[in-house]
Every structure is written in structure tokens, then in C-alpha cells.
């Protein structure tokens, strides 16, 4: 009678034991399935190309830490973003899962990249959500962050955690408003990964360091790969990512990573997963006198410290940092710590304020009126105008700039609505500026207790300063005085009757304080009297952002005082300054272990004299010289190899030829 209770036992083991078992999708491009063949046998690729990648290697590290069976499935195709998958392949993985793994095309999350498309990445995220959750509705599902790539710096992004910004809010937002169950934030831990100094941007990788980029700059080699790996798993199932071993047959070892640089960036993928932040502070870039913001955003309600340069700011508590009058002495490294009521400690991500030595201008130009006078684009000089043809108050529309790009973040919307549309105005060209955008307008009946018009500019850039020139014509009649108005500037009164040419200006514009300016349309004279009517045929915007070298970014990155800042001067009296510091990526607070530039000769033959050093930067000229005498130098070549990457230059004759000679770099700014 106890075999069969003995059957029944066994039964219901092995049950349970399949019940453990995890079914794990991953759905992505590229980013995904590299490297491409990783533990492939081991993965389930549902679209037949055989990828292992990043499902694999938390194949093997769920192994690793004596996990229950894991299952792990791929929908991957380079180039694709979420929303082809859910177009094209929702039926292969149209199923009930455990858990999915969502990653986006590294571009479309992004708001500055003339390929990003934020409404299409949450449309994808939210469609896959109610697809995923219709097979099971306890399915967990994870976004993976993806990473800044060195290729998009300095443009269109001046620093890789510029780019990192943009992708964190956007994957942390999708994540809450849709109420998935987490956002890996596999790109911060790259970001984290540089500031500490473990690894290195592949544009900037000195001797003897290691970058997480490939040698496209874009998509992550071994390293990248398995500090990816390493966050995902820590997100998908809690496992501390240090006690993953890192010896012979290990992942570390099958990716040829050597134990020490597999355990830094278990460390590094360890603090960028710990509990509490959810918004990272951003560097930013500031006109000299203007004022800068920092903030860090966590769950819960930590205690707040901020730090400069290493130093604790007195009574600086808030999850906002304000530096006012920003000067040489408030650039460099700010970061903040986060002290919790569990007495756990978590460190921001740094960030870096940098004073603009330049400034990016954006030009808008901004046609009102009817449809039948709107502008072609482009215009006959090239340029494009935004056509806005309601004279009713709706709802804010993106910008179309001058350049032919939307702007990624402002919008316009006529607020207080004005009468109607007039298309008798000025009908003939002026300098830039075609008939179209002069003939017609916006018009204001000077009727009621409040006549007034007004068109709000929202999303502006804080740091951002604006100049706005307005234009009002009505030809064949009497008197038309026009009243503009802009926040606290003195309104400008144009006589719009017959008018030509003159305009209404308010330079130096600084957005308010939820980043908006009200331009207000008034049929008033300058006495303030009320008029008949008052008009706006065009209204043009000049967006001055400040800007700065990637020498002066990398002076703030590394904190260095008013005096050690100049390109000549050598803080760590290595010899070496600062500009040549900057273009080999060496330190200029640590002195030089070794001569960072060395003379070596050829292997097979002796006599023949070269130069190897790294080339580090692409916004610097490189020049290598040679002489004989130490007196007159000719030039051997300019900028040879490729940004981030070691360089050797041979000598144009063998020394046999002058027993003297002399080779050098020179290294300049670019124009």
C-alpha cells in the first residue's frame, strides 16, 4: 500500500520542480542579442537566427548562482525598434510568459536625436503591455535602458551623459505611467562605470584601460555586454551580481574578461541597482552669471547632501540644488548622497557644471495667418517657417525650426484667442523674409473690457536666453497702433497702418519659471488708449543655448581651480600641460606613471624612427614634425588615425640618412 503514496510523492516533486522553471523573454535589436553567438545553444531564438547575447549570459549566470531551471527565449532584429516588433513579430511571442525584457532602438527614446520619437516608444511600450498582459496577467515585465554612444558626441550631444539623461527620464517615465514592473538601468551603469574611473569612453580609452563601447563607438563590446547582463539580472531576480564567480569557465572567462575587471563592474553594476534613486542629476552647461540646478529624484524620503568638488555645500538639503551666479568658482563635480531611514547610503551619479564659453543658436520663424498665404517650404533662402493658420486658442503644437527640425521640446498655442485672419498686408519681399509671411495676419477687434491676444512659447530651455521680433502690417487704412508686450519688458507700440518694416524686438528673453513666454497682442496706442485693431503677421524667434569646448567640459569634469585651467598651465607638474593632458586622456592631477608619447623604432630595421602616441579627441589637430636640427621643422602628417585610438607616425628618411633626428607633436585647437 506505500507504493503508490511513494508514486504520488515523486508526482508531485517533480511537479513542483517544473513549477520553478521560468519562461524569460527578451525583445530588442542588436544591444539584445550581442554578442551575437554567446551561449546560443542555451537560448530559444523564435526568430530562427540562432542568437544567444545577453540571454545568454543570464543563461549562464543564472547556472552560476544555483538558480532553478531559467528559460530564456529572443525576438531580436538589428535596427528594430519596439514598435516593429509589436507590428511584425507580436505573433511569435504571443504566448503566456513569466517575465519580458523590452529594449528600444537606442535613438527613438530621445528627444534631442533628429531620429528620436518618445509618443512612438510609449505607444510601443503600452501596446506590448496590454499584448503581454493579455496571455498573463502576473507576466513581470522590465525595460532595458540602453546606453549613450560615444559616436553621437560632441554631436548631437556634447557629453554622453547628456545623451544618458534624456534616455533615463524616458524609460523611468514609461515604466511608471504604465505601470510595468521596472526599468533596468543598464545605461546608467555605464555612465556610473566612467565617473568612478573604471572604464573609459571608447573615444578616450588611455593605456592600459578598457572601454565598454565596440569599435563602432556604439554598440558595447564583451565588457559592455556583461555589465548589461549584470544589471538585468540583478532587476529581473534580486541576485546581488558580486558573488557571481569570475574564474576558469565562468561567463567573465568565456568573454575573456580577466577577474579583476569582471569583479569592478559587479561593483559597479551592484551600486548602479541599489534601492532609491530614480532620477539621476544632469550636467549642465551655464552662461557665466546665470543660474544652474542639480536634481535627484529617489523613492522614498531621504535625507539629502550635496557635495562640490568633493566638498559637503553647507545647508544644501534639498532634492534641488540652486547655484546662483555661476562662476570659475562654482564649476566642476556636484553629486549628492542619500542617507535613508533604513540607515542605507546610496551616492548620485556626478555631474558637472561647466560655464558657456560660446553659445549654439536656433533660429524659429513663425508665420501667422491663413492657409491660402501660408509659406512654402523651404522658404527661397532655405529656411523653414512654422505655419500657424487658427486664430482660435488650442492646444500647444510642436515647432517646426528654421532648419527644418522640430524643436524637441517647445511648443506654441495661441492662449487668448484672437478675432480672425486678415490677408491684407505687407505683399512684397523683404531681406529673408518672403510676402507670404508679411501679407497675411492674426487680427484683434479693439472691443470688450479686455481686448487682448496672446501666444504662449512653453518648453523653452531655462538656460536659454531669446530674442523675439514681431511684425505688424495692415495696408490702405487709418490708424492702427499695435501694443507688444513680454513679461517684464516695456511694451513695444508698432503703427501697423501701412507699415513696411518696423518691428517690435525684445532681446535677451529669459523664460519664466515654468520655462514659458507670453507674447501679448494689444490694439492699444502708446498714450494706452484702445484702438480700432491690432495685428501680428510673423513673429520670429532667435534660441541663444550656451555652449562649451570639450576642453571645457573636461576642465570642470576634473575640477581643476581658475589657476590650473588655463591649456598651458600643469597642475601635477608632470611636465605635461594641460592641453596635452586633454589630448592623450591622461590625468592632469596625477603625474604620468610613463612618457604617454615614445619614440620606438622598427623591428626590422633599426634605423627607422616613429612616434606612438594616443590620439584621444576629434575636436583637436595633431601634428607630427620632424627636423634634424631642433631649428626648422616639417610636417610628417595631420590628425593621422582615427579619435580614440594609438597612433604611430614614422619619420619620412632613416636616420642613416643625418644620424640627428627629431620628431614632435603638436597639438592645437580646432577652428
Known amino acids: 500500500m506505500r507504493r503508490p503514496t511513494l508514486l504520488l510523492a515523486l508526482l508531485s516533486l517533480l511537479l513542483a520542480s517544473r513549477a520553478l522553471a521560468l519562461d524569460v523573454l527578451f525583445v530588442g535589436n542588436s ?109 513581470r515585465l522590465f525595460l532595458y535602458e540602453t546606453w549613450a554612444r560615444p559616436d553621437l558626441t560632441p554631436t548631437p550631444y556634447a557629453t554622453l551623459h547628456a545623451m544618458q539623461s534624456e534616455l533615463r527620464a524616458a524609460y523611468s517615465a514609461a515604466a511608471r505611467d504604465f505601470g510595468l514592473d521596472e526599468w533596468a538601468p543598464v545605461g546608467d551603469a555605464f555612465m556610473r562605470a566612467l565617473d568612478v574611473g573604471v572604464a573609459h569612453d571608447s573615444k578616450n580609452v588611455p593605456p ?8 563602432d563607438h556604439w554598440h558595447a563590446n564583451n565588457s559592455g555586454s556583461y555589465l548589461s547582463a549584470l544589471v538585468l539580472f540583478n532587476k529581473l531576480f534580486g541576485h546581488d551580481p558580486r558573488t557571481l564567480p569570475t574564474g576558469t569557465g565562468s561567463a567573465a572567462a568565456q568573454l575573456g574578461l580577466p577577474a579583476s575587471r569582471a569583479a569592478a563592474l559587479q561593483q559597479v553594476a551592484y551600486n548602479a541597482t541599489q534601492p532609491g534613486i530614480t532620477a539621476q542629476p544632469a550636467s549642465t552647461i551655464v552662461f557665466p552669471g546665470d543660474t544652474a540646478r542639480f536634481t535627484v529624484e529617489a523613492a522614498g524620503e531621504p535625507a539629502v547632501a550635496w557635495f562640490h568638488n568633493g566638498s559637503l555645500i553647507s545647508g544644501a538639503d534639498a532634492s534641488t540644488l540652486v ?28 555631474a558637472t557644471l561647466t560655464l558657456a564659453t560660446g553659445t549654439a543658436t536656433r533660429e524659429w520663424l513663425i508665420d501667422f495667418g491663413d492657409v491660402q498665404f501660408a509659406t512654402e517650404n523651404p522658404a527661397p533662402d532655405g529656411r523653414h517657417w512654422h505655419n500657424h493658420t487658427s486664430a482660435a486658442a488650442g492646444s500647444p503644437a510642436p515647432i517646426l525650426r528654421a532648419d527644418g527640425q522640430l524643436h524637441p ?69 487709418g490708424s492702427r497702433f499695435t ?37 501679448v497682442v494689444e490694439p492699444r496706442n502708446a498714450a494706452g488708449q484702445a484702438q ?3 495685428y501680428l503677421n510673423y513673429l520670429t524667434v532667435t534660441e541663444q543655448l550656451p555652449a562649451a569646448s570639450g576642453y571645457d567640459v573636461w576642465v570642470s569634469e576634473h575640477a581643476l581651480s581658475a589657476a590650473d585651467s588655463p591649456a598651458l598651465a600643469d597642475p601635477d607638474g608632470d611636465g605635461l600641460p594641460n592641453l596635452l593632458e586633454y589630448a592623450l586622456a591622461t590625468d592632469p592631477l596625477h603625474p604620468s606613471a610613463s612618457p604617454p608619447i615614445s619614440l620606438v623604432s622598427s623591428l626590422s630595421d633599426s634605423t627607422s624612427l616613429s612616434l606612438s602616441f594616443f590620439r584621444a579627441r576629434a575636436d ?11 631649428h626648422t621643422w616639417t610636417l610628417v602628417a595631420t590628425n593621422p588615425g582615427a579619435a580614440g585610438t594609438q597612433v604611430t607616425v614614422a619619420a619620412p628618411a632613416p636616420v642613416s640618412e643625418n644620424p640627428r633626428r627629431f620628431l614632435r607633436l603638436r597639438v592645437t585647437l580646432a577652428n
Open 620 to 630: 583637436l589637430v595633431y601634428q607630427v614634425e620632424a627636423s634634424t636640427d631642433l
Open 31 to 139: 544591444f539584445t542579442y550581442n554578442p551575437t553567438g554567446y551561449n546560443a545553444g542555451q537560448v530559444t531564438d523564435l526568430t530562427g537566427n540562432g542568437m544567444g547575447g545577453i540571454p545568454g549570459l543570464i543563461r549562464k549566470f543564472s547556472e552560476e548562482s544555483g538558480r532553478a531551471d531559467v528559460n530564456v527565449f529572443i525576438v531580436a532584429v538589428g535596427g528594430q525598434s519596439l514598435e516593429a516588433h509589436y507590428r511584425d513579430r507580436r505573433q511569435l511571442f504571443g504566448r503566456s510568459w513569466d517575465y519580458v525584457v523590452l529594449q528600444e532602438h537606442s535613438t527613438r527614446p530621445l528627444s534631442t536625436h533628429p531620429s528620436g520619437n518618445i509618443p512612438a516608444f510609449r505607444t510601443a511600450v503600452q501596446n506590448l503591455r496590454d499584448y503581454l498582459r493579455s496571455y498573463n496577467p502576473e507576466v
Open 323 to 350: 547655484v546662483p551666479q555661476a562662476d570659475n568658482t562654482r564649476t566642476g563635480r556636484y553629486q549628492a548622497r542619500l542617507t535613508f531611514s533604513d540607515g542605507g547610503v546610496v551616492h548620485s551619479d556626478v
Open 409 to 477: 521640446t517647445a511648443t506654441i498655442a495661441v492662449e487668448a484667442s484672437f478675432t480672425s485672419i486678415n490677408g491684407n498686408g505687407v505683399n512684397e519681399d523683404a531681406p529673408g523674409l518672403p510676402a507670404s509671411a508679411r501679407r497675411d495676419s492674426l487680427y484683434r477687434i479693439g472691443s470688450g473690457t479686455n481686448p487682448r491676444s496672446t501666444v504662449r512659447l512653453a518648453g523653452l530651455d531655462p538656460q536659454g536666453r531669446y530674442t523675439l521680433t514681431a511684425f505688424a502690417s495692415r495696408l490702405n487704412v
Open 532 to 534: 480700432e485693431y491690432a
Open 208 to 215: 592600459g584601460g578598457f572601454t565598454l563601447w565596440g569599435g
Open 483 to 519: 501694443r507688444f508686450s513680454l513679461e517684464d519688458y516695456a511694451p513695444v507700440h508698432i503703427q501697423a497702418a501701412n507699415n513696411t518694416s518696423q518691428t517690435a524686438t525684445f532681446a535677451d528673453a529669459r523664460p519664466d519659471a515654468d520655462n514659458t513666454l507670453l507674447l
